[in-house]
């Protein structure tokens, strides 16, 4: 099953990667294949049959220095192929907590984060909005990160290139994350991100909380968002418990909304059953009802993702 308590210890450098395809002492390999059939109601019927993402993520170590490169073809409508450098970055710790990480990597924020293979859904909480903080798809940034772990405590700070061309040099976009575990089965975590922009009005911050539990078998979870963009104050939240029944078959229960600039909330209420045919091959039947500016819609996905 997968689960958000690791992928937040990994993301900090608390525990290593999942399993991966070892070529040597210091190379390794993973990926995934994610395909799905998506049927969508509201304004418009929508349906679509196909492979979403393949990525292949080369995982480099070499005593204290580290590194990865993670290649993904996204599916973006187009007709056409195009491999993409998803993430690239090198990282060195120190021996002491602290490590560095410079190149292209992803946020740290947000209770959903990174890949597919992350997830408890197959959708992620708040649409194809700007408060899916850490989704690598469409959040990654360049730039220098500095981090301290310890056994219950994690600090982050990152400066990246700022995402607009125009800001001046000097300008550039900042994070600071953090995470707390010093709880057994509990992780509390969050941070802040301010992105440059080319007129002040414009530039965008953004506070993220997030909270993780196990309770035997149950996963609960629940994050809010404050969000400062053009002049307005967005906000988001998510309430999410994800039970597993046995060591195959889980569900997951969320609910979600997010305000949207110049328009209504988004509202979203999914159910997401998930079953393991194998170690690296997992099904996830998901339904959701959806109101987005007062529209009522619901959409129903069918994904399969095999990981190695």
């Given amino acids: 099953m997968k689960n958000k308590i690791i992928a937040t210890l990994i993301a900090f450098g608390l525990v290593g990667s999942a399993c991966a395809i070892e070529i040597n002492k210091n190379l390794s390999i993973n990926g995934f294949i994610d395909g799905s059939y998506q049927h969508a109601e509201g304004a418009a019927t929508e349906q679509g049959l196909g492979l979403d993402e393949i990525e292949v993520d080369f995982l480099f170590n070499a005593g204290a220095a580290s590194g990865a490169i993670h290649l993904d073809d996204s599916d973006d409508g187009s007709t056409t192929s195009d491999v993409n450098v998803e993430q690239a970055f090198l ?9 560095f990480t410079l190149g292209r ?42 981090s301290y772990s310890s056994e219950a405590f994690s600090l982050a700070g990152s400066f990246q290139n700022a995402g607009n061309s125009n800001v001046e040099a000097n300008d550039l976009d900042f994070e600071m994350a953090f995470a707390y575990t010093g709880i057994e089965n509990l992780t509390f975590g969050g941070g802040y991100h301010f992105d440059n922009e080319a007129v002040n009005a414009n530039e965008t ?14 996963l609960l979870g629940a994050e809010f968002i404050e969000m400062e963009n053009e002049g307005a104050d967005l906000d988001g939240w998510m309430v999410l418990a994800d039970y597993d029944v046995n060591d195959e078959f889980g569900v997951v229960l969320r609910a979600s909304s997010n305000e949207e600039a110049g328009a209504g909330d ?35 996905a069918l994904e399969f993702l095999f990981t190695y």
């Fill in 105 to 146: 990597y992803g946020s740290l924020l947000g209770f959903e984060r990174e890949d597919p293979t992350s997830l408890s859904t197959f959708s992620r909480a708040y649409g194809d909005s700007n408060f899916n903080l850490g989704d690598v798809d469409a959040n990654v940034d360049e730039g220098l990160r500095v």
């Fill in 205 to 218: 911050d953004v506070l993220n909380v997030h909270i993780a539990g196990t309770l035997g078998n149950l």
């Fill in 266 to 300: 988004y509202e979203k209420v999914t159910i997401a059953p998930s079953y393991s045919l194998s170690d690296s091959l997992g099904v996830i039947l998901e339904y959701s009802d959806v109101e987005d500016s007062g529209a009522d819609g619901n959409e129903l």
């Fill in 91 to 99: 990282g060195y710790s120190l021996g002491n907590g602290v490590s």
